[in-house]
């Protein structure tokens, strides 16, 4: 779902998806020296916020059905979290994580995740 939306975004900005230079190498091999070139090029942080203001704006120009699958991708994102936060024992970012997913927790009716959530949250806070 991202990389459609992805390829939307490249679309309607006339971006080839070769620019900039340093994200096709980081997809060619992922490393830690590729991801910090990255991230200190002016031109990827530049196209990274013109992204995330394309994702809102996704929300408003593209209808229900689009912003329903960004939801989605948004849910995807914290649950990667958390799993990221569990496996790297961050445990600042999974009690983060649980706080913003008391919504999905009350949606699909788990009451004891609720619950729990609740008694983490205070006492951690």
């Not at 020296?33 to 990255?38: K, S």
Request: aromatic fraction near 12%; charged fraction near 20%; include cysteine.
């Amino acid at each position: 779902m991202e990389r459609l939306l992805i390829e939307r975004f490249c679309e309607e900005e006339n971006i080839p998806i070769s620019e900039p230079a340093v994200l096709l190498n980081l997809v060619k091999s992922c490393s830690r020296e590729n991801l910090d070139a990255a991230l200190k090029d002016p031109s990827v942080l530049n196209l990274i916020g013109r992204y995330q203001l394309y994702e809102k704006s996704v929300l408003q120009h593209l209808g229900k059905t689009a912003a329903f699958w960004m939801s989605f991708i948004n849910h995807c994102h914290l649950v990667f979290m958390l799993l990221y936060s569990v496996k790297t024992n961050n445990l600042e970012l999974f009690h983060r994580c649980n706080g913003e997913m008391v919504i999905l927790f009350f949606a699909y009716d788990g009451h004891n995740y609720s619950r729990s959530v609740q008694i983490i949250l205070l006492h951690f806070n």
